[in-house]
């Protein structure tokens, strides 16, 4: 008794702890379970934002149409002094009237499934340093020779066709041949193109937002059925395609002032797109990369969303006015003066000779050179010399003046390279004289070049060459020795060459027939 006294139980308050613990333990394991599926529901939600994410690029790299850059060698770029490499892009606007979209949008139906032309051709260029841009346009009315073309998906041979208009190389097999076109005209290496027709206008103006233009008077197109009131209006859509497509309202009427037009329209919708943070916004880039997937045809370098962003991430940080738009200085052509024009002899390539050199073409510098940043790293190891008679080199005719060829070669045999050849005319004529050269004969190049004072910017590596080939170019008609080009400044563009500065707002002026 007394030990029953002396311990009492403790059964009664012992079961309510035993019941609290398991209480505790139940709302732990509760709370585990419902944290457990909330990780479990976020970890999901991510997976498949990723997923998601990863389909909606890869459907966008589906839209995306593409093919071969150039039809014809290019040669290799070359880096400036610093490893920089400056970046060209063509744009290309056709005419194409395959789809029954385009076909609503302007145009006959006897013109459906017929050649392509290139109604717009504007050049790119991007400096190697990424501080200035400038976009030139050849009207599409220049006579120029089209190189042998190739198409690589038919395999057609398309043949050399002088003095015809560039608007028609289009329809040489498509883009690459327009590519390689403006390459053998310009000297100029083209690294992407991108070709827009009339529905890819048409969207691309409305993932925009639209772009503000301006007119000076009342105008009305019977062609392209644009009506405006004179002053400013903010264009998309149909009505983006029809100023764009202006030619009769706008000027004389004519295709040479409708770049300026169109210049007008680009340079706004830059400012429109900086204004509006899309180049700084991934939502808006994704937005805008959606149009243009589904708008644009571009190389194979381009053949990505990825890429499309890369390409808008370099051009973000270009300001307004260190873009530059010109049209490439134009002479009548003989031959057809009321309709056709050639490039301007000298004007013209005093312009692409600056776009090759990297020059800018806006005033804001002293020369290229004073934007580049110094090199840092080793120098680069000095050419090994090359005695002229060990040099093997073929001579080339591309500029068209009869004997020039065996001219050059024999000043080379005088100036000591004895293993000089004449081949007599190159494949295609060409603007601009180059040297080529394969990857392991760049010594005996530097020996030519010295000797002929060549220009840096003639020299290109090309796989394509057994031996190094001078192709003399419509610049060098006559002479022992290239002819000495000073080197212009920063801004020195041709007085001939109509521009505008990106920062620039400028009202199309208004053809008096086509006023109301």
Known sequence: MSSNHSSPRRIGPSRPARRDCRRQRGRTSRRGVLLRRIALGCGLVVVLGCVGGWGYVSYLDGNIKHGALSFGDQGAPQPDATGGMALNILLIGSDTRDTAADLSLGGSRSSVGG???ADVEMLLHVSADRSNASLISIPRDTM???????????????????????TDSLSHGGPGCTVYTWHQLTGIHIDHFMMVDFGGVVSMADAVGGVPVCTTANVADPYSHLRLTK??????G?????????????????????????????????????????????GRLLTLA????????????????????????QLKGISPDRLTTVTMPYAADPSNPKAWVIPMPGDAERLFSMVRGDIPLDSHGRSAAAYRPKPTGPAAPPVPAVPPAEVRITVQNGGGVPGRAAALTYDLRELGFELVRDGLNAPEHQQATTLSYAPGDRAGAVAVAGALHLPPSALRESAGVTRPVLVIGSDW?????????????????????????????????????YTW
Not at 144 to 166: F, L, M, N, R
Not at 231 to 236: A, E, L, Q
Not at 290 to 313: E, I, K, P
Request: net charge negative; with cysteine.
């Open 115 to 117: 050649p392509a032309h």
């Open 144 to 166: 120029v020779d089209i190189p042998a073309c190739t198409d690589p998906t038919t395999g057609k041979v398309y043949p050399e066709s002088p003095h015809e208009q560039i």
């Open 231 to 236: 002053g400013d209006h903010v264009v998309k």
């Open 238 to 282: 149909v009505q983006a395609l029809e100023w764009l497509r202006s030619r009769h309202g706008f000027g004389d009427g004519s295709d040479l002032y409708r770049t300026q037009v169109q210049h007008m329209y680009l340079t706004s919708m830059m400012r429109q797109l900086r204004s509006a943070g899309t180049l700084t916004s991934p």
């Open 290 to 313: 959606d149009a243009a997937t589904r708008a644009l045809t571009v190389d194979d370098g381009l053949d990505s969303v990825s890429s499309l962003l890369n390409l808008a991430d």
């Open 477 to 513: 008609p006559d002479g022992e020795v290239y002819p000495l080009v000073m080197t212009p400044s920063a801004g020195a563009v041709p007085t001939t060459a109509p521009q505008q500065s990106g920062s620039e707002s400028k009202c199309a002026k208004v053809n008096p027939v």
